[in-house]
């Protein structure tokens, strides 16, 4: 520490000082020991320090009026100057000053003189030397528009040199942007590494993310007549603070203010340069192109808000696209001796949903997808060999773009507009093979999203504002999508998004420039844009040296992935289509059924779940249905439901023959039970009568009926809740014969129930017992054709013929 090294270095000098007296050397040494301690101290404050310092000026400015004048020697000075003056240069003094002895003063002499400075003190303040690029930052004033307010506390705005500010905008989380480089001075290498290094960091290895930047424009003159306020504040050349003033109608949030805060990877207040902005967004995308990568800078805003000033900008203010060719064209120079470098152009516009070349404006032309992403077929390619050739051909194109005047802004740019720059560069790689990179530039002036009201509502450019809007709306779908990471992504929905495909979510190195007005009149818009900006944050690309990979392109393959990749986007495609599809013709049916006539819903309802499974499964194929998609014609719809009546008029027939059949059925296996109870009843009277005094005995079913249970005997839990018959035993036919009478389960594992009534107190007679079959049989029926209509295929299921 400079301080505790000086202070040592003093006291030396009074150790070393023959004349000095016991009883001062003791108060020395004293002293010595308590600055040694609060030397020692780190946590000793500015104050310390400021003691220690003065201690020093003091000690210095008495020997040198030592040496003036040596009857002042041992006198006090009348006055003393602020501590902080000459606070460098002591040190220098200190190495200079005299050797000779002098005195020390003591502290609390040097204390009072310092907090009571006589009323004739001179005071002079001093700036404090500029600070470092960290301290700097860290200090950078809160300023609006980007002002610093330089005060006494503040430090001066220092220049941070451009490679250092280059370094901090793209390699740190804090990016003031940075100076541009002077005249053709060549950008570092080391710095494209930065900003693609970072975009690489990002992007988690795999791609980059989309960097972000806002740009505010100047109060404009329209605006500033119509007495609009800012309402948009930069910070730290990063933030963006946006602020909603009440209107004076709003009685209930007139005090109030609403504000929004972002940030991006740079803001640009309304003072900044062109220039300023090409370098911190576009001039290392111009190098990484130039290596072989893609690049992609959209200015994106509200109509009226400066994008087409950022990208074209004026005569006498160039913008990024133009900026960028020059660029470009004085980095081939420097770097391509052999002339390898093939620079091709071509500029086009999106206007109303038709894509046009702005080179050679004729027919709309149509995109197509191949390997190297979309292209508009016949767009034109000029080669171009030098920078005024390219600034011709920009302003041709320029000339053929629409734009046309609005409410909102006097030369509107009504079509988005694409310049794209490609750079092949021919190399020879370790194997002295010839190996061209392809690099492609894209600089899109987008058309401003607006509403119908700033704009124009009446004519034409109400249709240009929908188509722009929807084209706008369908790249803010694409950024949700993306930012999601949703499968798909819908580039389709606007030739504008499916131009921008290889930007947003190709191998490329994206930038967008959002362009804000300050106006609060604009305050919705500004909001809009900056919502999307911070969205379009998320944005992952695709790695982008994917150029490596397509060096040498073996073309069948290329086409045969590319046709199975279209293949199956179509087959998607069909599946979705056949979805959608099939919902309409559902909920179409749906409508159909309701609206059709009550009897016959009526009847289908009734009777739809019985034929379905009563019949075969073949017969419910031919079932006319309605997602057959023949029913939406009124003559479709009576043929179809002639054919539900003529369906339905035939099933009851089959029903009809079905009970038919099981009557017959029925009535043989009555029979054939009722011959076997009587030859059962003529053996046992047989028996009885070879038995002579034996009991007779006949088995009834009153005889098979269990015993009552006896009073006060539990019943189980179950007992609540079983049906109103439960005293009852339930029997089967063939209960009431012998053990060699076929089991329940020969009727196809069927239980035949049915109820006998515990009250038959009597044994039944013969005649009883045989009228018993016909009884039961009516039960056997019931459950048999529920069974049938129940379960499909039953019918051909008969029952087995009972044998004996
Ligand atoms: N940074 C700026 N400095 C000075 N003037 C600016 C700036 N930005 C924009 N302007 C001026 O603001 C006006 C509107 O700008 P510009 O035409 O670029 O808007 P735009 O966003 O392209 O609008 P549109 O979408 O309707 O085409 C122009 O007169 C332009 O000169």
Same mark, same amino acid.
């Given at each position: 520490m400079p301080v505790s090294t000086r202070s040592k270095a003093v006291f030396n000098q009074v150790q070393d000082d023959p004349n000095q007296g016991q009883t001062t050397r003791a108060r020395n040494d004293q002293e010595e020991s308590q600055m040694a301690n609060q030397m020692r101290n780190p946590h000793h404050g500015l104050k310390e320090k400021m003691k220690a310092l003065t201690l020093l000026y003091e000690q210095q400015k008495q020997a040198s009026n030592a040496l003036k004048n040596p009857a002042l020697k041992h006198e006090e000075p009348r006055f003393s100057t602020h501590p902080s003056i000459d606070l460098l240069?002591?040190?220098?003094?200190?190495?200079?000053?005299?050797?000779?002895?002098?005195?020390?003063?003591?502290?609390?002499?040097?204390?009072?003189?310092?907090?009571?400075?006589?009323?004739?003190?001179?005071?002079?303040f001093v700036m404090p030397q500029p600070l470092g690029a960290e301290e700097a930052k860290e200090n950078v004033a809160v300023g609006h528009g980007g002002?610093?307010?330089?005060?006494?506390?503040?430090?001066?705005?220092?220049?941070?040199?451009?490679?250092?500010?280059?370094?901090?905008?793209?390699?740190?989380?804090?990016?003031?942007?940075?100076?541009?480089?002077?005249?053709?001075?060549?950008?570092?290498?080391?710095?494209?590494?930065?900003?693609?290094?970072?975009?690489?960091?990002?992007?988690?290895?795999?791609?980059?993310?989309?960097?972000?930047?806002?740009?505010?424009?100047?109060?404009?003159?329209?605006?500033?007549?119509a007495g609009s306020r800012c309402c948009v504040?930069?910070?730290?050349?990063?933030?963006?603070?946006?602020?909603?003033?009440?209107?004076?109608?709003?009685?209930?949030?007139?005090?109030?203010?609403?504000?929004?805060?972002?940030?991006?990877?740079?803001?640009?207040?309304?003072?900044?340069?062109?220039?300023?902005?090409?370098?911190?967004?576009?001039?290392?995308?111009?190098?990484?192109?130039?290596?072989?990568?893609?690049?992609?800078?959209?200015?994106?805003?509200?109509?009226?808000?400066?994008?087409?000033?950022?990208?074209?900008?004026?005569?006498?203010?160039?913008?990024?696209?133009?900026?960028?060719?020059?660029?470009?064209?004085?980095?081939?120079?420097?770097?391509?001796?052999?002339?390898?470098?093939?620079?091709?152009?071509?500029?086009?516009?999106?206007?109303?949903?038709?894509?046009?070349? *702005?080179? =050679?404006?004729?027919?709309? +032309? &149509?995109?197509?997808?191949?390997?190297?992403?979309?292209?508009?077929?016949? /767009? !034109? %390619?000029?080669?171009?060999?030098?920078?005024?050739?390219?600034?011709?051909?920009?302003?041709?194109?320029n000339q053929n773009r629409t734009t046309e005047p609005t409410r909102a802004n006097e030369t509107s740019s009504r079509s988005h507009a694409i310049l794209q720059v490609m750079i092949e560069y021919k190399v020879k790689d370790a194997a002295n093979n010839i190996v061209s990179r392809v690099g492609k530039l894209s600089l899109i002036d987008l058309a401003?999203?607006?509403?119908?009201?700033?704009?124009?509502?009446?004519?034409?450019?109400?249709?240009?504002?929908?188509?722009?809007?929807?084209?706008?709306?369908? *790249?803010? =779908?694409?950024?949700?999508? +993306? &930012?999601?990471?949703?499968?798909?992504?819908?580039?389709?929905?606007?030739? /504008? !998004? %499916?131009?921008?495909?290889?930007?947003?979510?190709?191998?490329?190195?994206?930038?967008?420039?959002?362009?804000?007005?300050?106006?609060?009149?604009?305050?919705?818009?500004?909001?809009?844009?900056?919502?999307?900006?911070?969205?379009?944050?998320?944005?992952?690309?695709?790695?982008?040296?994917?150029?490596?990979?397509?060096?040498?392109?073996?073309?069948?393959?290329?086409?045969?992935?590319?046709?199975?990749?279209?293949?199956?986007?179509?087959?998607?495609?069909?599946?979705?289509?056949?979805?959608?599809?099939?919902?309409?013709?559902?909920?179409?049916?749906?409508? *159909?059924?309701?609206?059709?006539?009550?009897?016959?819903?009526?009847?289908?309802?009734?009777?739809?779940?019985?034929?379905?499974?009563?019949l075969p499964h073949e017969k419910r194929k031919q079932r006319p249905s309605f997602l057959a998609g023949t029913c939406f014609t009124p003559e479709s719809k009576k043929k179809g439901a002639d054919e539900t009546v003529r369906y339905l008029r035939k099933t009851v027939k089959e029903l009809e023959a079905e009970i038919g059949r099981m009557k017959k059925d029925h009535a043989l296996e009555i029979k054939q039970k009722d011959d076997f109870i009587l030859e059962l009843s003529r053996k046992g009277a047989k028996l009885a009568g070879a038995g002579g005094e034996g009991v007779r005995r006949i088995v009834t079913r009153a005889s098979l009926r269990p015993k009552k249970a006896p009073e006060g005997e539990l019943k189980s839990p179950s007992h609540r809740f079983t049906s109103p018959q439960p005293t009852a035993k339930k029997r089967s036919f063939w209960d009431i014969t012998t053990a060699n009478s076929p089991s329940v389960a020969t009727l196809n594992g069927r239980k035949t129930r049915s109820y006998i009534s515990s009250e038959c107190a009597a044994a039944p007679s013969m005649l009883l017992q045989l009228a018993y079959p016909c009884f039961w049989s009516m039960f056997l029926l019931g459950p048999h054709l529920i069974n049938y209509i129940i379960q499909p295929g039953f019918a051909r299921q008969r029952p087995a013929t009972v044998k004996r």
């Open positions: 240069s002591s040190g220098k003094r200190e190495d200079n000053g005299p050797k000779e002895s002098k005195e020390p003063r003591p502290i609390s002499h040097v204390m009072r003189e310092n907090v009571m400075p006589s009323s004739t003190v001179t005071r002079n002002d610093q307010i330089v005060g006494l506390s503040c430090p001066r705005k220092t220049n941070v040199s451009s490679t250092v500010a280059r370094k901090l905008s793209m390699g740190s989380s804090v990016m003031p942007f940075s100076e541009p480089p002077r005249g053709n001075q060549k950008v570092n290498e080391q710095e494209v590494e930065t900003i693609t290094e970072r975009q690489g960091s990002v992007g988690g290895g795999n791609g980059s993310r989309i960097l972000v930047f806002v740009r505010l424009r100047p109060m404009g003159k329209r605006e500033r007549e504040r930069i910070v730290n050349k990063r933030d963006v603070y946006l602020t909603e003033f009440a209107t004076e109608n709003d009685y209930l949030r007139l005090k109030r203010l609403r504000g929004r805060h972002f940030t991006f990877d740079a803001s640009f207040p309304d003072s900044t340069t062109q220039q300023e902005v090409y370098f911190t967004t576009t001039a290392e995308l111009v190098e990484a192109v130039l290596q072989g990568k893609n690049g992609s800078v959209f200015c994106y805003g509200a109509t009226g808000a400066g994008k087409t000033y950022t990208m074209l900008g004026t005569v006498e203010n160039p913008g990024v696209m133009v900026l960028a060719i020059k660029d470009l064209f004085n980095k081939i120079r420097q770097r391509s001796f052999d002339g390898n470098h093939l620079v091709h152009l071509s500029y086009l516009e999106v206007y109303n949903e038709t894509v046009r070349d *702005l080179l =050679s404006p004729g027919r709309p +032309l &149509v995109l197509r997808e191949d390997k190297n992403g979309i292209v508009a077929a016949g /767009l !034109t %390619q000029y080669r171009a060999y030098s920078t005024d050739e390219v600034m011709a051909l920009l302003q041709q194109g401003g999203s607006e509403r119908a009201l700033a704009t124009d509502q009446r004519t034409l450019r109400s249709l240009e504002g929908a188509n722009i809007n929807r084209s706008l709306l369908a *790249l803010s =779908s694409c950024i949700n999508a +993306l &930012v999601e990471g949703k499968k798909h992504i819908p580039y389709r929905n606007s030739k /504008l !998004t %499916q131009l921008l495909k290889d930007s947003l979510g190709g191998a490329c190195n994206t930038v967008m420039i959002a362009n804000i007005s300050p106006s609060n009149l604009s305050f919705g818009e500004t909001q809009n844009t900056l919502h999307w900006a911070d969205r379009a944050k998320e944005i992952r690309t695709k790695a982008c040296d994917a150029n490596e990979e397509i060096q040498v392109p073996d073309s069948e393959t290329d086409q045969a992935k590319l046709l199975l990749e279209l293949q199956r986007e179509n087959r998607d495609l069909r599946m979705q289509l056949a979805r959608q599809q099939q919902k309409l013709l559902a909920v179409q049916a749906q409508t *159909l059924a309701a609206s059709s006539s009550p009897t016959l819903s009526t009847a289908s309802s009734l009777l739809s779940p019985a034929p379905s499974s009563a």
